[in-house]
C-alpha cells in the first residue's frame, strides 16, 4: 500500500470490480474510472460501471435498455450511474426505457 492515492470521485460507488486478471491471473491495478489493468501482461478488464461508461461513449444517446443488454448490467444500477451523475445518458431514453412495455 505504498503507492501515492489520488482522491476518486467514484470510489464510494465500484461495481464488480475485478481483482484478478482474466488472462494470467495476476492482481489487477485500478487505472480510474472503472478500468483495470494488468502490469503483468498489460491486460485491461473493466467493472461494471467501466463497461457502461465505454459503451455510452461509443453510442451516444444509446436508451438504458439498450445498455442493459450489451453490457450485461442491471437497469437498477445503471440507473444508480446516471442519477450519480457518471453517465451521459439522456433522460428521455431513461423515460424512455421505462414506459417501453406499453
Ligand atoms: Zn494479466
Known sequence: MGDLKLPDPFEDEIYDRPLLCDRCGKMLKYMGIGEYKCEACGYT??????????????????????????TGVSRKVINGMVKA????????????????HD
Open 45 to 70: 478488464q473493466y467493472d461494471a460501471y467501466g463497461l457502461v461508461r465505454n459503451y455510452v461513449e461509443r453510442n451516444p444517446g444509446v436508451n438504458v435498455l439498450k445498455v442493459e443488454k450489451v
Open 85 to 100: 451523475g457518471k453517465l451521459d445518458i439522456k433522460a428521455g431514453s431513461m423515460k424512455l426505457a421505462e414506459e417501453m
